[in-house]
């Protein structure tokens, strides 16, 4: 959970939630400086940690990184409950996991965490994007992301690319700053009822 020292590292916690195979992993591994050059290992659940820095405040993110088989619910929920934020990540290259965005992942998570959880939308693998054949799906368009992030009321959307590092510490910069955003607002609330500052 986020320890709100002011002298202190901040510590937040996040968990990536999305379809299999689209490179959920790896923009972990890349954020934390462990080697990308080989395909990540089968996820069924793994720990990273890694620094951000906003506002002149150092925040240490503490990040879950599941598998989305059905068989490992209860582990993806073991790592829900103790998150502060999410982030929801879907391949360009992939519209089923775009899909699965509204279909299964913010549903389930919503399901554990209620509707006021806080989330960022992801989109992987856009190095990819100019590679494609006859025989895929035509790649999900930067627009069409931003029109799902406000249909779905994401603090933000990013796009990003392990393979070229593009944008991938602007995904946890985005992280920090939902979490801190949320904070803001509840500040605010009790400034309201409590008439205190």
Partial sequence: ??????????????????????????????????????????TVFDNYAGTSTYSNQE??????????????????LFAYK???????????????????????????????????????LVATQIDLRESIDLDQDIPVSKTEGHNMAEEIGACSFIECSSSNQDNVQCVFEDVVQCVLKQKKKKHSIVQRIFGTK
């Fill in 59 to 76: 925040f240490t993110i503490s990040i879950f990184d599941c598998s989305s088989k059905p068989d490992h619910a209860s582990i993806r």
């Fill in 82 to 120: 103790d998150s502060d934020v999410f982030a929801l990540c879907y391949s360009v290259m992939d519209r089923d996991s775009f899909e699965h965005i509204k279909s299964k992942w913010l549903p389930e998570v919503t399901n554990i965490m209620g509707k006021r959880v806080n989330f960022v």
């Fill in 1 to 42: 959970m986020v320890n709100t020292g002011s002298t202190e590292t901040r510590c937040l916690q996040c968990t990536l939630v999305g379809d299999a195979a689209i490179g959920k992993t790896s923009l972990i591994r890349t954020y934390t400086d462990r080697t990308n050059n080989t395909p990540p290992p089968d």
